[in-house]
Nanobody
Framework: QFQLVESGGGLVQPGGSLRLSCAASGFTLDGYGIGWFRQAPGKEREAVLCISSSGGVIDYVDYSDSAKGRFTASINNAENSVDLQMTLLKPEDTGVYYC???????????WGQGTQVTVQG
C-alpha cells in the first residue's frame, strides 16, 4: 500500500527558502518515480519535478522550467523520503504542494494529502 505524507510547508517572504519532505510508507521509494506537483488557487495542478532512484542512487531527475535553478530534489534512503529544497521563492510559487507515486498526473498510484506553501511579503 502506497502512503505518502508531505510536510514542511508554510509562509515565507519572496526570496526565501523552504524545504518540503515527502515521507513514504508501505513501500520503498527505490525503483519508483516520485513526482512533486503543485496547485495554485484557481489553477490546474502542474508538475514541478520527477525523481527516481535505483539501487539507492538517483538515476533520473527532471524539473519544470519554473523550478529549474531554484528547486532541488533529493532522496533520503534512510528515511525513505523525498525532499524538495526550494530557494528564491516567488509569489507565483504559492500553492498546495503534493508528492505522488508516479510522475504523470494521469498515472499516479497514490497522492499525498498536500502541504500549503505561501509566498508573500
Amino acid at each position: 500500500q502506497f502512503q505518502l505524507v508531505e510536510s514542511g510547508g508554510g509562509l515565507v517572504q519572496p526570496g526565501g527558502s523552504l524545504r518540503l519532505s515527502c515521507a513514504a510508507s508501505g513501500f520503498t521509494l527505490d525503483g519508483y518515480g516520485i513526482g512533486w506537483f503543485r496547485q495554485a488557487p484557481g489553477k490546474e495542478r502542474e508538475a514541478v519535478l520527477c525523481i527516481s532512484s535505483s539501487g539507492g542512487v538517483i538515476d533520473y531527475v527532471d524539473y519544470s522550467d519554473s523550478a529549474k535553478g531554484r528547486f532541488t530534489a533529493s532522496i533520503n534512503n534512510a528515511e525513505n523520503s523525498v525532499d524538495l529544497q526550494m530557494t528564491l521563492l516567488k509569489p507565483e510559487d504559492t500553492g498546495v504542494y503534493y508528492c505522488a507515486v508516479g510522475c504523470s498526473e494521469y498515472a499516479v498510484l497514490s497522492w499525498g494529502q498536500g502541504t500549503q506553501v505561501t509566498v508573500q511579503g
